[in-house]
């Protein structure tokens, strides 16, 4: 791999020129450091023909298998089993240690969501702690580092591949099982039982179902260790991502109980006191949502989107990019901008509600980049409304089981850090009073 010019864009138009106006000529950049390649294996087949087909016939089968309105409806019982799970464990955790961590169980319930989603299988608890774990450290062995930029560097970092080579096994042992028993149970029709999973129903049920079928263009079916990788990289991308937006928004909802209050009492009037929310009540709840948005603005759980690169020479706004240059979005920074937005720094969720300056906003970033949290053009996240519904179903789900309030002599700390997303350096704790 040469040396590439790296180029990194803050400004909203320039992000709206790159990436919606432009889309085709800011092609998705493969994962090609030797490092991420340990883990990319396939997918990752660089400077080949065979990349663009293949991930387009990735995103296609992620739409019509995993993301589509029907099969979300089908899979609501996997989310139902999962919340419920995890207000258990949040009441058996506060009646341990009088307080709960916020983040942990979060990333647990949002993980075994996936891992259901992915492979229709219900696992134990210690099973999703390990997968979770490893996954965890994939992800920030992955991050981009300097060698990405500057090939000449990577003899220093020799150590941290060998390392990825010990990761990579440790993470083909703990999903290889997994993805065994599911391919099992599909072509015995149902009948194999495996003693470490419950299995879900085999048709159309599992995400995985759908990539062994797989036959992109050009190339045969999808073996171990790419399915693997695929699988790793959806339980990974809406994980961290949902699990800070819930850790964030419930900071301020503890910071700011009068808010608490206005968003329960809105839960109370869908649902009653003792109903149970469901996911087209969300819909209905028009605060919630505004808490939500407004926590993506105030806190994009990504700052900076997917690499990029250029095509070939181009211009964008007045400047020449040179063709194969390195082109990273720094996002971030437009949700901080007072051109854009009246006090930036404050969170204010009825800026969503009418007359607000959010009221408008288009978080696709189709019609002007004011806020995109899930990115831009055709590289957008593609479960958007998945990341979404999992994070208003279930903070609201724990604001009307729970009344949130802070730790005695612990008031919460809203410095960040980053650690893939950008979480809460010192992880919200707090405590719940059954309500
Ligand atoms: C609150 C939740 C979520 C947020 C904020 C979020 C945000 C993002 C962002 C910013 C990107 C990069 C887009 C770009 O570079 O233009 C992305 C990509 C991606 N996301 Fe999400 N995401 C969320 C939930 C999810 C969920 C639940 C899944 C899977 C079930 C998921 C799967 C993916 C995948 C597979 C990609 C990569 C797409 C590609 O390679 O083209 N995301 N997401």
Redesign the pocket.
């Known amino acids: 791999m040469g040396q590439r010019t790296l180029i990194i864009i803050t400004s909203s138009e320039l992000i709206h020129e790159a990436?919606v106006q432009k889309g085709p000529l800011f092609a998705?950049r493969p994962r090609d450091s030797p490092i991420r390649l340990v883990f990319s294996v396939g997918k990752c087949a660089i400077n080949s023909a065979e990349y663009g087909p293949l991930?387009r016939a990735l995103?296609r089968n992620?739409v019509t298998e995993?993301?589509n309105p029907n099969r979300i409806r089908q899979c609501s019982w996997i989310r139902k089993w999962a919340i419920e799970t995890h207000l258990n464990r949040l009441r058996v955790e506060a009646s341990n240690q009088g307080f709960v961590d916020v983040m942990s169980n979060c990333r647990l319930t949002?993980c075994s969501i996936?891992i259901c989603?992915c492979f229709g299988a219900k696992i134990s608890e210690d099973r999703i702690k390990n997968i979770e774990s490893i996954l965890k450290e994939v992800m920030l062995i992955t991050l981009p580092k300097v060698p990405d930029f500057l090939p000449v560097l990577l003899p220093l970092f020799r150590r941290q591949l060998k390392e990825a080579k010990v990761l990579r096994k440790k993470q083909m042992e703990c999903l290889v099982p997994l993805l065994r028993d599911r391919k099992a149970f599909v072509e015995s029709g149902g009948k194999h039982s495996s003693s470490s999973s419950e299995m879900a129903s085999p048709i159309g049920a599992a995400y995985i179902d759908s990539l062994f079928e797989l036959e992109p263009p050009t190339r045969g079916k999808l073996g171990e260790e790419e399915l693997v990788t695929l699988v790793s990289?959806?339980?990974n991308?809406?994980?961290d991502?949902?699990a800070?937006?819930v850790e964030w928004a419930l900071l301020h909802l503890v910071m700011n109980q009068e808010m608490q209050e206005k968003l329960y009492r809105e839960i109370v009037e869908c649902v009653g006191k003792n109903g149970i929310v469901s996911e087209e009540d969300v819909e209905k709840m028009a605060f919630l949502g505004a808490v939500v948005k407004e926590t993506?603005r105030r806190h994009?759980?990504?700052h900076f989107?997917?690499?990029?690169a250029a095509i070939k020479e181009t211009e964008l706004g007045g400047y020449t990019i040179p063709a194969d240059a390195n082109i990273e979005?720094y996002?971030a920074w437009v949700t901080e901008d007072p051109d854009l937005w009246e006090d930036p720094g404050e969170f204010r969720p009825e800026r969503f509600l009418s007359g607000g300056d959010g009221v408008d906003v288009d978080v696709t970033g189709t019609r002007g980049v004011k806020m995109?949290?899930?990115?831009?053009?055709?590289?957008?996240?593609?479960?958007?409304s998945?990341?979404?519904l999992?994070?208003n179903l279930l903070l609201a789900r724990m604001v009307h089981t729970f009344k949130w309030v802070p730790v005695p002599g612990h008031p919460p700390d809203p410095t960040e850090t980053f650690a893939f997303?950008v979480v809460m350096k010192n992880p919200l704790k707090a405590v719940i009073l059954p309500r």
């Open positions: 990436l998705s991930w995103r992620f995993l993301i949002i996936l989603l990289e959806i339980i991308a809406g994980t991502t949902s800070t937006t993506f994009p759980p990504s989107l997917l690499s990029h979005f996002t995109v949290p899930f990115g831009a053009g055709r590289r957008i996240c593609p479960a958007a998945l990341g979404t999992h994070v997303t």
